[in-house]
Nanobody, 119 residues
Framework: QLQASGGGLVQAGGSLRLSCAAS????????VAWFRQAPGKEREFVAA?????TYTVSVRGRFTISRDNAKSALYLQMNSLKPEDTAVYYC?????????????????WGHGTQVTVSS
């Protein structure tokens, strides 16, 4: 199971840190990722870490994904937030260390956490 937290309301230019707690002892063998879904839009890839780390273009240089395998935790540090970052953010995991950016490749999903960036 995955449980995301850390969302909230922040002004443009501000920062938030999302966390995702995972249960189970195999967390370190999974690729993990963050996705987001804005109202009326499809869920989209944000960042992932497995054998390597990758980001969607729109967040590169502003967001940092990290993991702590000892704590079975995933994080997303979001800086220089923009109104277009407003969305529900979801953490996800897949039973492979191969990094993939498509939603269908992920086996486990957490409930989302709302991030709202005001202008």
């Amino acid at each position: 199971q995955l449980q995301a937290s850390g969302g909230g309301l922040v002004q443009a230019g501000g920062s938030l840190r999302l966390s995702c707690a995972a249960s189970g002892q195999t967390f370190g063998t999974y690729a993990v990722a963050w996705f987001r879904q804005a109202p009326g839009k499809e869920r989209e890839f944000v960042a992932a870490v497995g054998w390597y780390t990758t980001y969607t273009v729109s967040v590169r240089g502003r967001f940092t994904i990290s993991r702590d395998n000892a704590k079975s935790a995933l994080y997303l540090q979001m800086n220089s937030l923009k109104p277009e970052d407003t969305a529900v953010y979801y953490c996800a995991a897949r039973r492979s260390m191969a990094v993939v950016t498509t939603t269908g490749a992920y086996d486990y999903w957490g409930h989302g956490t709302q991030v709202t960036v005001s202008s």
